[in-house]
Every structure is written in C-alpha cells, then in structure tokens.
C-alpha cells in the first residue's frame, strides 16, 4: 500500500511526487513515457534556462531528479482505478494500492468525431464498461479503441454482454496483444438510431446492428480515470478545489487536465500543491 | 429524512400517484460514480421534503424498473411529476445542476 500513486510523469506529476516524497510519503509514480512535453521542441518562456530547453531535455532531467530523488518510477499503462476505502489502480502488467491518487497524465484528447456520439450519451454510448455492462446484459455491443485500454474495457464487458466488436475506426490493433473478439477495422461514419443507438454505418456504406458503444480510444487519460471513480468533470477539464482536490476525497488532479493554461508553469505549481495536499487531513 | 427505495410492489403508489414531484436515482451497490451522488442526494431528501419527494431505485433488485425507464447508464436521475417523466440527467454533477431538473 502506498501512501500516493501518481499517474503519469509530466511535469505536475514528478514535481508532485518530489513534494509528496520530501515529506517522507511512499510515493509510486506509474506513466506511460509519452509526455506532450517531449514532443515539444524548444522552451523559450519558462524561468531559468537562458538558452531555451528541449521539452524532452526538460522532461528526462525532471525524471532523474526524481530518481536521484530515490522515487519509484514504474513505465506501464493505467487502465483502471477503483475507490473503495483505498484506491486499486490497475495497469495492463499489475495491480497496486494506495491512500491518494494523483492524476496528472495531460489532457484529453476529444471525443472522436464520429455523427452520433454526443446525441447517444447514455442512450447506448457509454465511456465506462465497469458501471454500463450491466445494462447490456444479453446484448450486441462494440468497444471503440485499439489499444490496451480497448482491451481492458472489452476484458469487462465479455462475461456480460452476448457479443463484443472492436471497433478500430480505422487503426490498427495494438501490437503485441491478440484479441479474443471480432474486430472491424473500417472507418466509421456515424451511429445511428431513434431514441438509442441501434446501429453502426460505416464510411464503406456497410452497417451493423448494435445495442452499445464503449468508447475507450488510445490511453485512458486522467479524464477517463476520474469519470469512471465519480468525480466531476467539467467542459472536459477535471474539477479540482484549491487543494487540487478533486470531488472525491483523496483523489488529486494536476497540470493540463483541470484546464486552464496549458503550460509547463502551471503544472509545476499545481503538482507543488498537490504533492503538498496530500493526507493533510 | 424521507427517502423511498422503490420496488415493482410500491412504485404505483410512491411515485404515479405521488402529488409533489418525484426525484429517483437509479444506482447500484458497484457503482463508483452512484457512490459520490449519494450524500447529495440524502441533501436533498433532507432539505427540500416538502417539495419533492426523493426515492431511489436498485437496480440489481429491480431490474424491470431501470428496462422501464430505459437506464442504460448509471447514476440516473429521472423527474416524474403526475405520473410521466419530466427531466432527466446523467452521471456525477453538483447539486445545483441536478436541481435544474426538478
């Protein structure tokens, strides 16, 4: 049992965990390794590098303070986190326990732009299998994804449901997993239906029937994570106090998913917060 | 603190033939997000009971009721004033915003 998992090694997740460390927490950083910052070429307005910085410089300079730091960082996927008394996070390799969370993987990406998506919410379209599954019972329903969190939501759904099509929308499957299901890798065009979603057209003009969609593209972000826990979100920013709390106790967001300025500042402050916040209680 | 948890046997009588309007949540025991909703919707029964009347609905003990009223997602709130439905929301939201529907 940890005391935090922070998800995700940005620059609000290391700097929390470096807080949350130096006041003697068990801290467990999990991330993916894929930071937005180290796509990002050169910095030129953050405090101290006279020269600019690469975003990647930037980024694996933050990793290894932390790791001189003597913090545990872990490379693995989060597909799931549970609350309970404490907090189960699941990753695709391993489960682990902790107190608090912190979430920190980023910012969404939007909600694919398929026709139908938004006008389904609820009436078929759902983004969380483990509270949704249960109202498929018997029925034909998709997953709309192609990675490890497609797999995980699919895994969910399979005891429950009559039949589960993955729904690549045009990728390719993850590599390295097979897939037990049927797995349509066309373009979609739109969901369609009266008062519910009643069936998939794809951009080749076939169609199929279906009860369901779990959407569950790419990695499952800080957003996907904290809907599925029950805490709110808002104009697809996480709502957070000043804290960094968000509205479920113990569990803390920071950096580009509660909104606001997308910059490496903000996530620095936030994650000082956050990494301070933590079972002050 | 009034608060109905209804089944197939009482829903005629707790929510058709209710005068105030009636407020149910539709949840169940392994729902994280129904979890968080649930102190705000104790509030609610709490603070505004001569106004509405504030029922929950299991849907793992009653299934026919979420088929009836077409539950496809959990947490579900549904506003029934004389017998028909008129509001309804999804998932986790304050309390103002719930209230909107009332």
Redesign the interface.
Known sequence: MYDVIIVGSGPAGITASIYAKRRNLSVLVISKNDSALKKTEKIENYYGFPNGITGKDLYENGIKQAQNLKIEIIEDEVVSIEYLNNFKVETVNSNYEAKSVILSTGTNRAVPKINGIKEFEGKGISYCAVCDAYFFKGKDVAVLGSGNYAIHELEQLKPIAKSVTVLTNGDKIIENRSIEANVIEKPIRSFRGDSKIEEIEFADNTKKQISGVFIAQGTATSNDLARKIGARIENNSIIVNENMETTVPNLFACGDCTGGLLQISKAIHEGAIAGLSILKK | MSLVNLNSENFTKEVLEEQKPVLIDFW?E????????APVVDEIAENMQDSVKVCKVN??ENQEL?EKY?????P?FIVIKNGKEVGRT?????KEQLLKIL
Do not use: K
């Open positions: 169940a392994w729902c994280g997000p129904c979890r968080m909703m849907i793992d979420a077409e539950v496809m997602s959990i579900t999804i998932g986790v939201q304050p």
